[in-house]
Structure formats: C-alpha cells, structure tokens
C-alpha cells in the first residue's frame, strides 16, 4: 500500500504535538475499515495496517494559525479553552509562512512577551521578557523537560526553529508542573518527530547580508506501520547586519549546523516509544554592542572587532519518551532528556574614554571563556481517569529530577600588562592584531540538583464546571566552588533549600464556546551567592492572580482570549546598604506587574488567518534598598501592539490564482527605561513585515520581508551601550515536497 504524502497545508505532522495521548484518527479508522472489507482475491496484494496509535492528533486540533489542544499547562492532553491560565501557540503553519529565521521570531505576535530587547543578536541568544521578567534562560523548556540550564558567564541552550513542529507559550508562574522558573512563566519548543504520514521536504533559501540556507526534512514509515523515522537538518552560511564602520565595512559572519534524527517504535498498540537526538553547532562573530557617546548619544562604533569576537558552541542531546496505557483508566508516561554544550568565547569590552586629552578615545580589555554545560532531567507520572459520582476526574501523580551542572575558565588579557588598543569614535580602526587573552583569574564550577513531587486534579462537574488543582514539594541543592579560591563557605557555598508551590483554577465552559476563568500560581527560582552575613538567599517566589475569558466558536477555526492579572515577584536582592563596597546584596526587594492581554487567532473569512495581540503594563518595583521604589524595571515596554493578515488567492476559485498568498504584519513596541531611576528612555517604534508566496504541486515559493521600509531604530541604551534594532531583513525560499 502506498504511503500518503503530505502537501506543505497539511497540518497532521503539526497535530502529532498537540498532545502526549494515543489516539486513532478518523482517517485511520475509515482506512482499517476499507482494509477489513477488501475481497480475497485484494488481499493477497495489499498489506493490512494494524491501527495505528501514534502521538497525533485529529486533523480539526490544528487548523492554520490555531491549535485548540496543548500539553504543556497540564502535562495531560486538555483543550486550551479549559486551561486556567494563558496560553498561545506559534503553529509550524506560522512558522513557515512568516519564514522565521530565528527562535524570538517566533514569538514577535505572541501577547505578554517582549523579545530582542538587546536589538539584533546573531549569536544565538534568545532574549525574551514575559510579563516584564527576563526570561532569557529560565523559561527555556523542550517537549515539556526544563532546557532551562544556564552556563556561568555565556553558556546557555539554543534553538533552531527548522526543527520545531509549534511553540508553546504558557504566561505566568508555572513551578507547580515543572519546578524551579521565574515569575514571567515559560516557553516550551515542540520538537518534530516521527509522523505515521511524514513530510518529505528539500528547501532551499537565500537573502540579504548573502544568508544562504539549505535545509532537508524527510520521514519514512515501515510497512506495518509500527517504526517510523524521522531526519531533519539544516546548514546556513551568512553574514549579518553587524558592520564595522571603516573603509573595508567588513561584517561580522555566522555558520550554523544541526540535524536530528528520531524514531518511534510501537511494540504494541498501547505502547509508544520515541527516541531523539541532535546536534547544534554554531559559530558566530556577531558581537552586537555600539558605543555610545561620552554625552550618551549614539555612534555607529562597534566596541568589537569582528576578526577577533568569537562565539562558538558545539550542543547535542538525546532524549526518550515511553507512553503506556494499562487501560481506559491508567496512563504511564516517562520523558528523559540530556544534553550538553562546549563553549569558546572572545570579545571585547570597553574600560571608559582615556583622558581629557583623548576625550573621544576609548579603552578596551580582552576577555574570554571555556565552558562547559550539561543537564539531565527525568520526569514519570501517572495519569488515571476516574468518576466519583457526577465528577469526573484526570488526576495526575509524578516525580521530576532535574541535575545541572557547569564550569568555566575566565581569561583577561593583561599578560605584561597588555591592554586591547583602545577605539577611536570619531576614527575607527578595525582588523587590528589582537592578542588572546591568557591569564586565568576564574576557574569556576557549579552542580544543581533538584528533586520535585506533584499532584494534580482537573475535575469536571457537569460538562461545564472545571476545577484544576495541583501542588508541588521540591528539594533543591547547589555547590558552587572556585577552584583558585580558598575553600570556605563563603566563596564555595554548598545550599540546600526546599519550596512548596501551588496552582488553582475554575473554568466554566459556555455551550457557545465562551469560557471565563479565574486562577491563582506561584513559582520560585533559586540564587546563586551569599548575603553579608554569609547566608544563603532563599528562592525568589512568584504570586500571580489572573482573570480571564477565552472564546472559541462551536465548529469554528478561531481562538480569542483575553487575561487581566497581578503577580508579584518577592525575595529579589537589592544592594545592601550596609556594604562599603557596594557589591553585597540583601533580600529587601520585590516587583510587581499588572496588565492586560488580549490575543486573536483564526480564520475570520475562508482564506484570510489573523493574528492580532495587545498587551499593556504596568510594572514597578514596589520594595528597595536603591532609589527606584515606584520606578519601572529598564528595557521593559509598557505597551506592545502587533497584527498579521495572511490571505489564500485559491479561496476564490479562481483557477489561475489558486497557490498564490499574501500577508503583511505590523509590529508597536513602546518606549522603555535606559536606567533604573527612569530618568531617560528610548523612543517607540513600529515595523512592518510582508510575505509573497505560491504553491504549485510539489512546489513552494515564498518572498518574505520583516522591517519591510528599514526602520532605523534603537531597541534599548543600557550599560553604557546601544542595542541596534533589527535591520530589513528579506529571504526567499524555495521548497520541494515529494
């Protein structure tokens, strides 16, 4: 029997992450059935698929730019109009057709989140505020497993959105299903893997700063069906908008390489075993810091030298997921992941402008690391659906270990008391011989261990009411250890500390679609260092209230939802004012965020998708030691606005137009704080984005186009630089599926 094969709008490989449940499609029954009724004589020649159970879902879970499931909340299969809490998902449909070269792209039309507020960063990193809380590594989450360990100076895991089947974006405190996370919640990247009818693709891309991409998803099923294989990689070779301002203009380069292979064996059909694996290498020159002024304003001086910055990773990981049903009842799942990254980094950082005599000379210093970086993580829990009386329950019981550890060598250059030539801004000069720096002064290492224990109750009382419960207990050890210090507790502190946190929400569910919800969540996230007394800091913890009301009409392909919350975040250090030297910290501080969010998703008329996303803030710092009580936090919007149109030319039955689309994004970004006391700010600023495809058989086309007039635009000024905005950026890819 032949294998079907997907069109680049089929939307089965998005469904297979909708969710952890087995379940059979009504293709898959509708095929079984035809196969049962074959004649004799047909049978000798066609081979009978067993039914195949696999992770999907049905085709109406994922339509478009909608998905109506998600896992991530609740770690069980739960309609998202029944999650207490705010939740959108980026589908691989978007993905594609907004041609998102890199992770924070993905969440440019996503409400509650802020991203590259350090402009543009070719290096990989992956800056990102949720609800006003930086998020950079703490919300780092991979198919439901914390990705979220954090390297002592650079280190810290990265995406490649080619092999990414959706993101889940789940806002506020979340600790009670996945442990130690801050306050702003998580972001959890659903990696592809085997499908029962996989995508076969060969795509090619090619843009401005001469980006050039080759990329290859290709998938096969074994005759009966029980192995499927999955292999996805891709290659890029690009320059990048980082430019030195001299004469030769050269421009910081970056390579990146990945691929993953997976497979999934069903021994059984109540049986499901995955496994996964990739590797990321990346290599990159994009230093992106501008030197301001000594008056603060702007320059167009790179503090770096791209001949001489060098952010180098080399990450791989493998992973498992076992699901087993023992019944209609019991559900066992384990997912199990490690993986790990080397690291080698060079820059340069500026001192301060010289002398009176050289006012526009500014003094540099080399520095550099070595790190290493790994975590492993194992989560089991048992799901059981059960009935007392009119209530029916899906209850969840599991155990989560999460071990992190890291170390570093720190270099600085001031072997014979060399210092970087200094830079001129008035008169650049670039490409100069740079010595590497050599003389250790941090030998740094760092173990987390944590051990968690959660229970959950989502119960449902006459079709409409849902009540979800859940709770956690989590033991937490660091050691953090300097190999060149003395050993003592104060500079090698050795920490154990405990937290309880939990979650409560009732959903009521209209028979229209409409579902009004109110919760509360908490969250903790342990820090690193000691007080002045020598004492270790407790976790920072996080209280959020949240209100809110989703909307998804009956037999529709939209989603609409609206949150209005407060959460606070509490134990966060601030300068002890006891400290001559002003580096001790103390426990006095807390923030507070307030806002609103409202998000649009679907398909308003056949052929036209829109997304659309409000968010508005209000968010201080409400206890301090310093001087900016009732001040807001620097680099946070107050406001963010964004919408996206796509339409289908095919909708209209026209025979020539049909293949052909278009869409068109814009993007508002509200001004921000440069310093904690809110005495200056960087300005709004609002950017437009296109795309231009068509679609013919096995081919697809697209044009796309973000900061489509070229905005020249300043992201934030903060640490005596400039964070440059994201420059026009067009790609055009081209794609055979087969």
């Given at each position: 029997m032949a294998i079907p094969v997907l069109s680049s709008n089929s939307y089965a490989q998005s469904q297979q992450q909708a969710t952890n449940k087995p379940v059979e499609s009504k293709t898959q029954k509708d095929q079984s059935a035809a196969e049962i009724n074959t004649s004799e004589s047909d049978k000798s020649k066609t081979t009978v698929f067993p039914p195949v159970t696999v992770e999907a879902k049905a085709p109406e879970e994922v339509t478009g730019y909608v998905a109506k499931r998600s896992s991530t909340a609740t770690k069980t299969d739960t309609p998202i109009l029944e999650i207490p809490q705010s939740v959108s998902v980026v589908t691989r449909r978007e993905l594609d057709m907004r041609s998102v070269q890199n992770f924070t792209e993905a969440l440019r039309y996503v409400p509650g989140v802020a991203v590259d507020q350090f402009g543009f960063d070719g290096r990989g990193y992956e800056y990102l505020l949720m609800r006003g809380f930086n998020s950079l590594t703490t919300a780092n989450f991979r198919d439901g497993l914390s990705n979220a360990a954090q390297g002592l100076f650079f280190g810290s895991f990265i995406t490649d959105t080619y092999g990414l089947e959706r993101v889940d974006v789940l806002r506020g405190p979340s600790s009670v299903m996945f442990g130690r996370g801050d306050a702003g919640g998580i972001v959890n990247r659903i990696t592809k893997r085997p499908s029962a009818t996989p995508i076969r693709e060969i795509e090619f891309q090619y843009g401005n700063f001469d980006r050039k991409r080759i990329a290859a998803d290709i998938g096969a099923v074994s005759k009966d069906g029980t192995v499927m294989f999955r292999l996805v990689t891709t290659a890029l070779d690009s320059d990048t908008q980082v430019k030195q301002p001299d004469a030769a203009g050269d421009r910081a380069h970056n390579e990146r390489f990945y691929i993953a292979p997976s497979i999934t064996w069903r021994p059984t059909v109540d049986t499901t075993i995955t496994l996964m694996g990739d590797i990321l290498n990346n290599r990159s020159q994009s230093s992106p810091f501008f030197i301001t002024a000594p008056d603060g304003g702007f320059t167009k001086v790179l503090q770096s030298d791209t001949k001489f910055s060098r952010y180098n990773t080399n990450q791989s990981s493998f992973s498992y997921q076992?699901?087993?049903?023992?019944?209609?009842?019991?559900?066992?799942?384990?997912?199990?992941?490690?993986?790990?990254?080397?690291?080698?980094?060079?820059?340069?950082?500026?001192?301060?402008?010289?002398?009176?005599?050289?006012?526009?000379?500014?003094?540099?210093?080399?520095?550099?690391?070595?790190?290493r970086l790994s975590q492993t993580v194992l989560d089991t829990h048992l799901q059981a659906k059960l009935n007392t009386g009119p209530v029916h329950h899906t209850m969840l019981l599991g155990a989560d270990w999460n071990q992190t550890n890291a170390s570093m060598k720190y270099f600085e250059g001031y072997t014979n008391g060399f210092i970087a030539p200094g830079i001129d801004i008035l008169n650049p000069v670039y490409s100069q011989s740079i010595p590497s720096p050599d003389l250790l002064v941090t030998h740094a290492k760092q173990k987390i261990d944590q051990l968690g224990f959660y229970i959950q109750d989502q119960a449902r009382y006459n079709e409409n009411w849902i009540l979800t419960l859940g709770g956690r207990y989590d033991r937490i050890h660091s050691k953090d250890k300097d190999i060149l210090l003395p050993d003592d507790p104060e500079t090698n502190p050795n920490v154990k500390k405990d937290a309880f946190t939990g979650r409560a929400g009732l959903t009521y569910l209209f028979s229209n679609g409409i579902?009004?919800?109110?919760?509360?969540?908490?969250?903790?996230?342990?820090?690193?260092?000691?007080s002045s007394s020598g004492q270790a800091f407790n976790p920072t913890r996080g209280a959020q209230y949240e209100v809110g009301i989703k909307y998804q009409p009956v037999g529709g392909r939209s989603l609409y939802t609206m949150a209005l919350f407060d959460l606070t975040k509490t134990n966060v250090l601030t300068r002890d004012p006891n400290d001559p030297s002003g580096f001790r910290s103390i426990q006095t501080g807390e923030v507070g965020s307030r806002g609103a969010e409202l998000e649009a998703r679907g398909e308003v008329l056949r052929g036209l998708n829109v997304i659309g996303a409000f968010t508005y803030y209000e968010m201080n710092v409400t206890k301090s030691n310093d001087d900016n009580v009732g001040k807001m936090p620097v680099q946070v919007p107050n406001t963010l606005t964004s919408a996206w149109l796509d339409y289908s030319f095919g909708s209209l039955g026209i025979p020539w137009l049909r293949g052909l689309g278009i869409g068109g994004g814009v993007r508002y970004v509200g001004r921000v704080f440069n310093d904690e006391?809110?005495?200056?700010?960087?300005?709004?600023?609002?950017?437009?984005?296109?795309?231009?495809?068509?679609?013919?058989?096995?081919?697809?086309?697209?044009?796309?186009?973000?900061?489509?007039?070229?905005?020249?635009?300043?992201?934030?000024?903060?640490f005596g630089r400039n964070y440059l905005g994201t420059e026009r950026t067009v790609v055009g890819t081209l794609a055979f599926r087969f």
């Amino acid at each position: 029997m032949a294998i079907p094969v997907l069109s680049s709008n089929s939307y089965a490989q998005s469904q297979q992450q909708a969710t952890n449940k087995p379940v059979e499609s009504k293709t898959q029954k509708d095929q079984s059935a035809a196969e049962i009724n074959t004649s004799e004589s047909d049978k000798s020649k066609t081979t009978v698929f067993p039914p195949v159970t696999v992770e999907a879902k049905a085709p109406e879970e994922v339509t478009g730019y909608v998905a109506k499931r998600s896992s991530t909340a609740t770690k069980t299969d739960t309609p998202i109009l029944e999650i207490p809490q705010s939740v959108s998902v980026v589908t691989r449909r978007e993905l594609d057709m907004r041609s998102v070269q890199n992770f924070t792209e993905a969440l440019r039309y996503v409400p509650g989140v802020a991203v590259d507020q350090f402009g543009f960063d070719g290096r990989g990193y992956e800056y990102l505020l949720m609800r006003g809380f930086n998020s950079l590594t703490t919300a780092n989450f991979r198919d439901g497993l914390s990705n979220a360990a954090q390297g002592l100076f650079f280190g810290s895991f990265i995406t490649d959105t080619y092999g990414l089947e959706r993101v889940d974006v789940l806002r506020g405190p979340s600790s009670v299903m996945f442990g130690r996370g801050d306050a702003g919640g998580i972001v959890n990247r659903i990696t592809k893997r085997p499908s029962a009818t996989p995508i076969r693709e060969i795509e090619f891309q090619y843009g401005n700063f001469d980006r050039k991409r080759i990329a290859a998803d290709i998938g096969a099923v074994s005759k009966d069906g029980t192995v499927m294989f999955r292999l996805v990689t891709t290659a890029l070779d690009s320059d990048t908008q980082v430019k030195q301002p001299d004469a030769a203009g050269d421009r910081a380069h970056n390579e990146r390489f990945y691929i993953a292979p997976s497979i999934t064996w069903r021994p059984t059909v109540d049986t499901t075993i995955t496994l996964m694996g990739d590797i990321l290498n990346n290599r990159s020159q994009s230093s992106p810091f501008f030197i301001t002024a000594p008056d603060g304003g702007f320059t167009k001086v790179l503090q770096s030298d791209t001949k001489f910055s060098r952010y180098n990773t080399n990450q791989s990981s493998f992973s498992y997921q076992i699901e087993h049903h023992f019944n209609e009842i019991f559900t066992v799942r384990q997912n199990f992941r490690h993986a790990q990254q080397g690291g080698q980094f060079r820059d340069l950082f500026s001192l301060g402008y010289n002398t009176p005599d050289q006012p526009t000379l500014m003094d540099r210093e080399t520095y550099g690391t070595r790190e290493r970086l790994s975590q492993t993580v194992l989560d089991t829990h048992l799901q059981a659906k059960l009935n007392t009386g009119p209530v029916h329950h899906t209850m969840l019981l599991g155990a989560d270990w999460n071990q992190t550890n890291a170390s570093m060598k720190y270099f600085e250059g001031y072997t014979n008391g060399f210092i970087a030539p200094g830079i001129d801004i008035l008169n650049p000069v670039y490409s100069q011989s740079i010595p590497s720096p050599d003389l250790l002064v941090t030998h740094a290492k760092q173990k987390i261990d944590q051990l968690g224990f959660y229970i959950q109750d989502q119960a449902r009382y006459n079709e409409n009411w849902i009540l979800t419960l859940g709770g956690r207990y989590d033991r937490i050890h660091s050691k953090d250890k300097d190999i060149l210090l003395p050993d003592d507790p104060e500079t090698n502190p050795n920490v154990k500390k405990d937290a309880f946190t939990g979650r409560a929400g009732l959903t009521y569910l209209f028979s229209n679609g409409i579902a009004p919800y109110v919760s509360y969540s908490q969250s903790f996230l342990p820090q690193a260092g000691l007080s002045s007394s020598g004492q270790a800091f407790n976790p920072t913890r996080g209280a959020q209230y949240e209100v809110g009301i989703k909307y998804q009409p009956v037999g529709g392909r939209s989603l609409y939802t609206m949150a209005l919350f407060d959460l606070t975040k509490t134990n966060v250090l601030t300068r002890d004012p006891n400290d001559p030297s002003g580096f001790r910290s103390i426990q006095t501080g807390e923030v507070g965020s307030r806002g609103a969010e409202l998000e649009a998703r679907g398909e308003v008329l056949r052929g036209l998708n829109v997304i659309g996303a409000f968010t508005y803030y209000e968010m201080n710092v409400t206890k301090s030691n310093d001087d900016n009580v009732g001040k807001m936090p620097v680099q946070v919007p107050n406001t963010l606005t964004s919408a996206w149109l796509d339409y289908s030319f095919g909708s209209l039955g026209i025979p020539w137009l049909r293949g052909l689309g278009i869409g068109g994004g814009v993007r508002y970004v509200g001004r921000v704080f440069n310093d904690e006391q809110n005495t200056s700010s960087t300005p709004a600023f609002t950017l437009f984005d296109a795309t231009l495809r068509y679609e013919k058989g096995p081919m697809f086309f697209s044009l796309n186009a973000s900061n489509l007039f070229d905005n020249k635009y300043i992201s934030s000024t903060f640490f005596g630089r400039n964070y440059l905005g994201t420059e026009r950026t067009v790609v055009g890819t081209l794609a055979f599926r087969f």
